[in-house]
Antibody
Framework: QVQLVQSGSELKKPGASVKVSCKAS????????MNWVRQAPGQGLEWMGW????????TYAQGFTGRFVFSLDTSVSTAYLQISSLKAEDTAVYYC??????????????????WGQGTLVTVSS | NFMLTQPHSVSESPGKTVTISCTGS????????VQWYQQRPGSAPTTVIY?????PSGVPDRFSGSIDSSSNSASLTISGLKTEDEADYYC??????????FGGGTKLTVL
């Protein structure tokens, strides 16, 4: 069965960096896009962007450029989200979510999404 | 910017039917798939409807999705409400750049 298992909670000081991992199993990792979603405390879901697991090409949503980096290690079927220069307002749960089917360098909409269990990142001095 | 609007909250009694709407701000909501996610407190979202009206295996057939082009909206209908259905529900679709767009979420109370 499809599973996305994320790394554990993190407590960081302002200005530090954090790297969240999302290990996929139960399907061919490079056949589906990977999305990242943020949920601040008590708030709704916010799409951060996605990475093409065929090409490694990331796309960032508005508001998630500069300090946010998506990357892959296809040898271990794992996607990463790195956030640098952490601020208190980065405190949130971060989710990876499998997206649409990818083939020939293009990824498509649709299909059932699967979500990781979430990683709580707390930024506090 | 394309937006999806959901009611902030809905409530209904056990055994009844409730419908949650998701209205697109522009364009035709029917031109892109709509997904619905259920999120219980302290848990990750899970898919209850994908591609407008498809139900993943394991999701009860009490859950159904539909599109109404005349109102440019999608709907999630839950029949035979159970207390375990109490959760936040989010709709999701795509903008013109194929970026994910979420609705603001609807808190369903089953009382």
């Amino acid at each position: 069965q499809v599973q996305l298992v994320q790394s554990g909670s993190e407590l960081k000081k302002p200005g530090a960096s954090v790297k969240v991992s999302c290990k996929a199993s139960g399907y061919t990792f490079t056949s589906y896009a990977m999305n990242w979603v943020r949920q601040a405390p008590g708030q709704g879901l916010e799409w951060m962007g996605w990475i093409n697991t065929n090409t490694g090409n990331p796309t960032y949503a508005q508001g998630f450029t500069g300090r946010f980096v998506f990357s892959l290690d296809t040898s271990v079927s794992t996607a990463y989200l790195q956030i640098s220069s952490l601020k208190a307002e980065d405190t949130a749960v971060y989710y990876c979510a499998r997206g649409g089917y990818c083939s020939g360098g293009s990824c498509f909409k649709g299909g059932r999404d699967y979500w990781g269990q979430g990683t709580l990142v707390t930024v506090s001095s | 910017n394309f937006m999806l609007t959901q009611p902030h909250s809905v409530s209904e009694s056990p055994g009844k039917t409730v419908t949650i709407s998701c209205t697109g701000s522009s364009g035709s909501i029917a031109s892109n798939y709509v997904q619905w996610y259920q999120q219980r407190p302290g848990s990750a979202p899970t898919t209850v409807i994908y591609e407008d009206n498809q139900r993943p295996s394991g999701v009860p057939d009490r859950f159904s999705g539909s599109i109404d082009s005349s109102s440019n909206s999608a709907s999630l209908t839950i029949s035979g409400l159970k207390t375990e259905d109490e959760a936040d529900y989010y709709c999701q679709s795509y903008d013109s750049s194929s970026h994910w767009v979420f609705g603001g979420g609807t808190k369903l109370t089953v009382l």
